[in-house]
């Protein structure tokens, strides 16, 4: 059964559910602000099939492959409207673009009019453009995998996007590999919950008195080394503020808010099984300067050789790297995340007064903490000016 698994295990990838043939699976078990599967005695057969979907019960973490394997790139758009628009270098706006063009679908993770995250599936281009940019919460991938599987019966391509838990639990979803289907997870930090991002979005709408019309986790108004959150409310007020800077990010940056299985994840280190990694490349003002015009610059890492041919039809600008660079500037490529010490601290005071309330009280930046942030920054780009170098480092 999949209720064996504690939250310590549980990737909330959502499989268990797609595979029960008899609905028996729903996501209504509570713990703190995340909701794991719980299944109903009443509908359920005893089939296995769950077990058989969850990759951590099932397939496991795929064996960590050799960096021998691997074709890693400095990879951008040529187009930089395209990579303004995304959150480092317009590589998933390629791979979309390609894909649609053989008439393929593509799924990723988009807002809703609440701003909860869900995956979706379309073969229209405006559905497409909403999948682009950062979505830092937990997705919605309920009946996804099911589509996925139809589309490639049907014999149509398909791009799959997600972090590496997502990718693994459509793999041992799908129980094999497909020839039109095309994975490709983030190098990712961890993910917290839509409730959680929920209580920060409704703890702004109450400050500036006004309703949320448009949120951007990675906003690049100030560059990409200075990415920011901007929100535009209906009110005409804006927040605009250093990405690093905003509560709720602070939460996820610190291990603060992440969901437990984020502190132990079993699919980082490539053992998703994805065809494509991709990432920031963190670091590129140093190893790559002539590369790094602080639009956006994306570490691609192609896993198999259909990543390979589908990296060289879309007409990205790819430039071969080193995967030792990318791990020293982005070592949540094959390290968890750590837990933060004032975690237990946190929920506490959620529990008493609301995640909203401990958000505003625990993670928002203070004063001292402001300061010390904007210094360093300035001495960065007095560092970067004294280089001979125009752009600054963060």
């Given at each position: 059964m999949i209720d064996k698994l504690s939250p310590n295990e549980c990737a909330l990838c959502g499989s268990c559910a797609d595979a029960c043939p008899t609905g028996?699976?729903?996501?209504?078990?509570?713990?703190?602000?995340?909701?794991?599967?719980?299944?109903?005695?009443?509908?359920?057969?005893?089939?296995g099939l769950c077990e058989k979907a969850c990759p951590v019960l099932s397939l496991g973490a795929k064996a960590a492959d050799t960096q021998e394997e691997h074709r890693v790139y400095a990879a951008r758009n040529p187009d930089t409207d395209v990579r303004r628009s995304s959150s480092s270098g317009g590589v998933f706006w390629a791979l979309a673009k390609n894909?649609?063009?053989c008439g393929g679908y593509v799924c990723g993770a988009v807002f809703d009019e609440e701003f909860h995250v869900r995956h979706m599936i379309s073969n229209r281009e405006e559905d497409v453009r909403k999948m682009m940019g950062s979505k830092y919460a937990q997705s919605d991938l309920t009946g996804v995998y099911k589509q996925v599987r139809e589309l490639l019966r049907d014999g149509k391509q398909v791009l799959f996007t997600g972090c590496p838990c997502q990718v693994a639990g459509l793999r041992s979803f799908l129980g094999s590999d497909h020839e039109n289907l095309l994975t490709a997870d983030i190098i990712c930090h961890g993910i917290p919950s839509g409730i959680m991002l929920r209580a920060h979005l409704d703890y702004l709408e109450k400050k500036y008195r006004s309703k949320i019309e448009t949120l951007c986790f990675r906003d690049k108004k100030y560059g990409w080394h200075r990415s920011a959150v901007r929100i535009r409310f209906s009110n005409g007020a804006e927040y605009?503020?250093?990405?690093?800077?905003?509560?709720?990010?602070?939460?996820?940056?610190?291990?603060?808010?992440?969901?437990e299985s984020c502190f132990d994840c079993r699919f980082r280190n490539f053992r998703s099984g994805s065809d494509l990694t991709m990432g920031d490349f963190w670091g590129a003002e140093a190893v790559l300067p002539n590369l790094d015009d602080n639009i956006g610059l994306s570490a691609v890492i192609a896993n198999s050789e259909k990543s390979i041919t589908a990296l060289q039809q879309c007409g990205l600008d790819l430039h071969a790297a080193n995967l030792d660079t990318v791990i020293r500037y982005n070592r949540k490529l094959i390290d968890s995340t750590k837990r933060s010490s004032d975690r237990d601290a946190f929920y506490l005071y959620a529990q008493k007064n609301g995640y909203s309330a401990a958000i505003g009280k625990l993670l928002t930046e203070s004063l001292p903490d402001k300061l010390r942030r904007e210094g360093s920054y300035r001495l960065r780009c007095l560092r970067n000016y004294l280089l001979g170098r125009k752009k600054p480092l963060y």
């Open positions: 028996a699976i729903s996501f209504d078990k509570e713990y703190l602000d995340f909701r794991y599967p719980v299944i109903d005695p009443d509908k359920c057969v005893s089939c894909t649609l063009s605009c503020i250093p990405y690093i800077a905003d509560a709720y990010i602070k939460g996820f940056l610190n291990g603060t808010t992440l969901k």
